[in-house]
């Protein structure tokens, strides 16, 4: 878990093949395997907002490196108080593998390994669960194009994307693919009664270094109505974060 | 210490806060106020303690420096001062130096101290504190060499400090059954600020994508006192007229490992530590000053298991004296058990945790429920009970302190 904040179907590259004739498989698989850069690093602010218009902020700072077998993550907690200097590292595996994860609580003085099958869980207590912000592989679902509409001025593809597994958490996603660039605009999240659980809207984004690079996003829940921002900020990519980053000594040090 | 004088240590801190800030100095910290009272007899407050804890980091590329004071003041009006740390870090290529007060932690197991052996610990309210404040800083030299994802640790401790126990008078005082009012001989009680007097340990850990796991070794004194006990028996009536007591502390040697890793969901932990010169009280009457020395195995194996969003892990624990005779006082396999369950709600705002003790050999138990909300960003309140289980034991001996307690807790 904790692939997230990558939102990696989300983050594409242009595309300059023909687009005539394309499945929703297709289109899938080219938002998932357009390249977001070999390493990322930045800040990011989450603020909560619950029914009653009350807000929470959390604040991160997070690296992410990829060597194509491996994505390694380590994140520092800076707020709130009583979580600031706690870091978290995850290293997820395109062989199978489960995650190994990792958390480092100063308190404690230890960084201790955690287990990591919960990937329906709600990432600090955002409107975010760690398969919302993760690397879902198009094969995982079964795709279908809808139809093609335009919204917020944007020409898009809309794929509806069912679980090949019995138990996954959603009974089905709707994606808002852009013609242009293959940058998922909006997803619709339906819980296991076929109801719409959550919309995702992309607020902000722009190239990074050669990457189109996600700046904020906004998760809503609808039948609870509360909802969540993320903000990206000093966003870095292909900087070269060393291996070393993503070791205990670093936990230990934070960011 | 006195009270002027810690007046004048805060107002210093206080007067030192702007110039600190502009040297970006880190100010973290906490106020808190934690009060319990006893569910037995006149509902007596075990506790009322108001507590203001303070970290001041200052961090650069290859220096570091914290120091961590806190003060906590009583409902007697006692008001207490202390470091929880205090250390300077060197930072190189390949190592890293930390001197100072500070707390070093080993081993992999939960509320329980199998080879973590390094920090002494403060058990003047027992194992109910948060363990960030039962274990002590001790001053030391670490020096830790990194290579890969793998880390050799040293430590030099110059000066022993030993295991903080409640005072005299104390309800977290552990019983101690004596036949006649013993009197205290104290003169071997302390250990010489000397350099043959220093504690050594080391640890080799490695952290990987199928395991991590430490192996710890370590000479050092022994945090609890051994009590030596002399008995003055009247010749002609044979009667016992005397008991004289008189704390050591003895050497230690320990080795030990510990382990966690992945299997599928659930998350395997394992940890083992083999002491040797640890000594025993013994009934056993042809032995002069009630003691034994026994080497002794401690180890542990848990699992941690998240199931429909709730946190488990249950721990199965045994201290097994080794070359066993009749007399000791301690059970020749003492086990105990933990669980704990843990789930968050209202978006992390409301938690819900239990967390168990159980003495297997006794039949009594810790139980400690508690439910915290965060009122907003930092702000916490905590409502909890301990319930002790059985009339003996290490748990059961504190049959009356059942007790609620509530913390209230800013963050900064």
Same mark, same amino acid.
């Given at each position: 878990?904790?692939?997230?904040?990558?939102?990696?179907?989300?983050?594409?590259?242009?595309?300059?093949?023909?687009?005539?004739?394309?499945?929703?498989?297709?289109?899938?698989?080219?938002?998932?395997?357009?390249?977001?850069?070999?390493?990322?690093?930045?800040?990011?602010?989450?603020?909560?907002?619950?029914?009653?218009?009350?807000?929470?902020?959390?604040?991160?700072?997070?690296?992410?490196?990829?060597?194509?077998?491996?994505?390694?993550?380590?994140?520092?907690?800076?707020?709130?108080?009583?979580?600031?200097?706690?870091?978290?590292?995850?290293?997820?595996?395109?062989?199978?593998?489960?995650?190994?994860?990792?958390?480092?609580?100063?308190?404690?003085?230890?960084?201790?390994?955690?287990?990591?099958?919960?990937?329906?869980?709600?990432?600090?207590?955002?409107?975010?669960?760690?398969?919302?912000?993760?690397?879902?592989?198009?094969?995982?679902?079964?795709?279908?194009?809808?139809?093609?509409?335009?919204?917020?001025?944007?020409?898009?593809?809309?794929?509806?994307?069912?679980?090949?597994?019995?138990?996954?958490?959603?009974?089905?996603?709707?994606?808002?693919?852009?013609?242009?660039?293959?940058?998922?605009?909006?997803?619709?999240?339906?819980?296991?009664?076929?109801?719409?659980?959550?919309?995702?809207?992309?607020?902000?984004?722009?190239?990074?270094?050669?990457?189109?690079?996600?700046?904020?996003?906004?998760?809503?829940?609808?039948?609870?109505?509360?909802?969540?921002?993320?903000?990206?900020?000093?966003?870095?990519?292909?900087?070269?974060?060393?291996?070393?980053?993503?070791?205990?000594?670093?936990?230990?040090?934070?960011? | *210490?006195?009270?002027?004088?810690?007046?004048?240590?805060?107002?210093?801190?206080?007067?030192?806060?702007?110039?600190?800030?502009?040297?970006?100095?880190?100010?973290?910290?906490?106020?808190? =106020?934690?009060?319990?009272?006893?569910?037995?007899?006149?509902?007596?407050?075990?506790?009322?303690?108001?507590?203001?804890?303070?970290?001041?980091?200052? =961090?650069?590329?290859?220096?570091?420096?914290?120091?961590?004071?806190?003060? =906590?003041?009583?409902?007697?009006?006692?008001?207490?001062?202390?470091?929880?740390?205090?250390?300077?870090?060197?930072?190189?290529?390949?190592?890293?130096?930390?001197?100072?007060?500070? @707390?070093?932690?080993? /081993?992999?197991?939960?509320?329980?101290?199998?080879?973590?052996?390094?920090?002494?610990?403060?058990?003047?309210?027992?194992?109910?504190?948060?363990?960030?404040?039962?274990?002590?800083?001790?001053?030391?030299?670490?020096?830790?060499?990194?290579?890969?994802?793998?880390?050799?640790?040293?430590?030099?401790?110059?000066?022993?400090?030993?295991?903080?126990?409640?005072?005299?008078?104390?309800?977290?005082?552990?019983?101690?059954?004596?036949?006649?009012?013993?009197?205290?001989?104290?003169?071997?009680?302390?250990?010489?600020?000397?350099?043959?007097?220093?504690?050594?340990?080391?640890?080799?850990?490695? *952290?990987?994508?199928?395991?991590?796991?430490?192996?710890?070794?370590?000479?050092?004194?022994?945090?609890?006192?051994?009590?030596?006990?002399?008995?003055?028996?009247?010749?002609?009536?044979?009667?016992?007229?005397?008991?004289?007591?008189?704390?050591?502390?003895?050497?230690?040697? *320990?080795?030990?490992?510990?382990?966690?890793?992945?299997?599928?969901?659930?998350?395997?932990?394992?940890?083992? /530590?083999?002491?040797?010169?640890?000594?025993? @009280?013994?009934?056993?009457?042809?032995?002069?000053?009630?003691?034994?020395?026994?080497?002794?195995?401690?180890?542990?194996?848990?699992?941690?298991?998240?199931?429909?969003?709730?946190?488990?892990?249950? @721990?199965?624990? @045994?201290?097994?004296?080794?070359?066993?005779?009749?007399?000791?006082?301690?059970?020749?396999?003492?086990?105990?058990?933990?669980?704990?369950?843990?789930?968050?709600?209202?978006?992390?705002?409301?938690?819900?945790?239990?967390?168990?003790?159980? /003495?297997?050999?006794?039949?009594?138990?810790?139980?400690?429920?508690?439910?915290?909300?965060?009122?907003?960003?930092?702000?916490?309140?905590?409502?909890?009970? =301990?319930?002790?289980?059985?009339?003996?034991?290490?748990?059961?001996?504190?049959?009356?302190?059942? *007790?609620?307690?509530?913390?209230?807790?800013?963050?900064?």
């Amino acid at each position: 878990m904790l692939t997230m904040l990558t939102l990696a179907f989300l983050v594409t590259g242009f595309s300059n093949q023909s687009n005539a004739q394309l499945t929703g498989q297709q289109i899938m698989e080219k938002v998932y395997y357009n390249p977001s850069g070999d390493d990322t690093q930045g800040k990011l602010s989450m603020t909560l907002t619950n029914n009653r218009g009350e807000e929470r902020v959390r604040t991160l700072t997070q690296y992410i490196k990829d060597d194509g077998k491996v994505e390694k993550k380590i994140m520092y907690f800076l707020s709130p108080a009583d979580v600031r200097n706690t870091s978290f590292m995850n290293w997820s595996y395109t062989d199978g593998r489960g995650d190994d994860q990792w958390i480092y609580l100063p308190a404690l003085k230890r960084t201790r390994r955690i287990s990591s099958d919960g990937k329906s869980d709600y990432f600090m207590g955002s409107d975010f669960t760690y398969d919302d912000l993760g690397d879902r592989h198009p094969n995982q679902d079964s795709h279908k194009l809808l139809r093609e509409e335009t919204i917020d001025g944007q020409a898009c593809y809309v794929v509806e994307s069912t679980p090949k597994e019995d138990d996954y958490m959603y009974s089905k996603t709707i994606t808002w693919v852009m013609k242009d660039n293959f940058l998922g605009l909006k997803r619709e999240f339906y819980d296991d009664r076929d109801r719409l659980l959550k919309v995702l809207s992309i607020k902000d984004f722009k190239k990074i270094d050669g990457f189109w690079t996600i700046l904020e996003t906004e998760m809503h829940n609808v039948q609870r109505d509360h909802k969540t921002i993320m903000k990206f900020t000093d966003v870095k990519k292909n900087k070269g974060i060393p291996e070393s980053r993503f070791t205990e000594r670093s936990m230990t040090l934070g960011g | *210490m006195k009270i002027q004088t810690i007046i004048a240590t805060l107002l210093a801190l206080i007067l030192l806060t702007p110039a600190m800030a502009q040297e970006n100095i880190d100010i973290t910290g906490y106020a808190r =106020n934690y009060t319990g009272v006893l569910t037995g007899g006149n509902n007596d407050f075990s506790i009322i303690q108001n507590t203001f804890d303070l970290k001041f980091e200052k =961090n650069s590329d290859k220096i570091s420096l914290k120091v961590n004071p806190y003060l =906590n003041h009583y409902f007697d009006s006692d008001l207490e001062l202390g470091l929880r740390e205090a250390f300077l870090d060197m930072r190189f290529d390949k190592f890293d130096l930390r001197i100072g007060k500070q @707390q070093i932690i080993y /081993g992999k197991a939960e509320g329980v101290f199998i080879t973590d052996a390094v920090s002494p610990k403060d058990l003047r309210e027992f194992l109910l504190p948060d363990f960030n404040e039962i274990r002590m800083g001790i001053t030391a030299a670490k020096v830790n060499y990194y290579f890969g994802n793998s880390t050799i640790e040293a430590v030099w401790a110059p000066i022993f400090t030993p295991t903080q126990m409640p005072d005299e008078g104390s309800i977290w005082r552990p019983s101690m059954i004596f036949p006649i009012t013993p009197t205290y001989d104290y003169s071997t009680a302390e250990i010489d600020p000397q350099l043959e007097n220093s504690e050594f340990f080391l640890r080799f850990s490695s *952290m990987g994508s199928r395991a991590d796991f430490e192996v710890v070794g370590g000479y050092f004194w022994d945090d609890d006192p051994t009590m030596h006990i002399t008995k003055e028996i009247d010749p002609a009536t044979m009667q016992l007229t005397g008991l004289t007591v008189r704390p050591e502390h003895h050497r230690l040697a *320990m080795g030990g490992a510990s382990f966690s890793t992945p299997l599928g969901p659930t998350l395997l932990r394992g940890e083992g /530590g083999y002491y040797s010169g640890k000594y025993f @009280q013994t009934e056993t009457p042809t032995i002069s000053d009630a003691t034994i020395k026994r080497d002794y195995l401690h180890y542990m194996v848990g699992l941690d298991y998240t199931l429909a969003g709730v946190m488990l892990s249950g @721990q199965f624990i @045994q201290e097994n004296i080794l070359d066993y005779e009749q007399g000791i006082r301690n059970d020749e396999v003492e086990s105990t058990i933990t669980f704990l369950a843990k789930k968050d709600f209202l978006r992390e705002k409301l938690w819900l945790e239990l967390f168990t003790y159980i /003495g297997v050999n006794n039949e009594d138990a810790l139980i400690r429920p508690k439910i915290s909300y965060a009122f907003a960003d930092g702000f916490d309140v905590q409502f909890g009970a =301990n319930i002790f289980v059985g009339d003996k034991g290490r748990f059961g001996q504190y049959y009356a302190n059942d *007790m609620i307690y509530t913390k209230i807790k800013y963050s900064f």
